[in-house]
């Protein structure tokens, strides 16, 4: 018996990232490289954007968690919130939540929102958590110089956009 499509939103940016995973959920889920930031971003970069992503979901009120999980080996640092859970994850093989070290954070995401990048992964991780997908406009359009690597996968990634996911269109937030 198959599944029926997950939610798929295309959005401009982490507030509007936040302010749907807020309408959907308490959780949110954040991939980095190509979501937050560019491939090849530097820590400090990458502590910037989660920073960033913590005021605005602390502003909106309506999400409880915040997961930063990237497949990436780089090192996140261990973050601490007045109002937010928050969980740091490198090399997590997104998007199998059965396997470690997602395993270990499955039931505290159940039913999330995913801002990320690709469908293999982020897509797909929103799909086995229940959620829906939040892919910044960016990613679906990509710039020609994007590195090769992300552009294998999203051409990979077409077949199971039609087969498990639908667009859904939203209007802007303001």
Known sequence: MSRPPTDWVL??????????????????????????????????????????VLAAAA???LLRRVAFVSN???VL?????????VHA???????????????RLRAELVGAAVYGDQPLTDGRLARNLGGIWLQPRHAHEPAPDEPWWPRVMRQRGRRVLRRDFRRRDVQPPG
Request: net charge negative; no cysteine; glycine share 8%.
């Open 89 to 103: 994850l490198t090399k997590a093989r997104k998007p199998y939540v059965r396997l470690l070290p997602l395993r």
């Open 59 to 61: 502003e909106g009120g």
């Open 72 to 74: 990436a080996r780089f």
């Open 11 to 52: 959005v401009d940016g982490v507030a509007e990232a936040v302010e749907l995973a807020g309408k959907h959920g308490e959780v949110l889920v954040v991939d980095l490289e190509n979501t937050l930031v560019d491939y090849g971003s530097t820590p400090e970069q990458r502590d910037d954007a989660m920073a960033a």
């Open 77 to 85: 640092p261990v973050l601490d919130h007045d109002t937010l859970v």
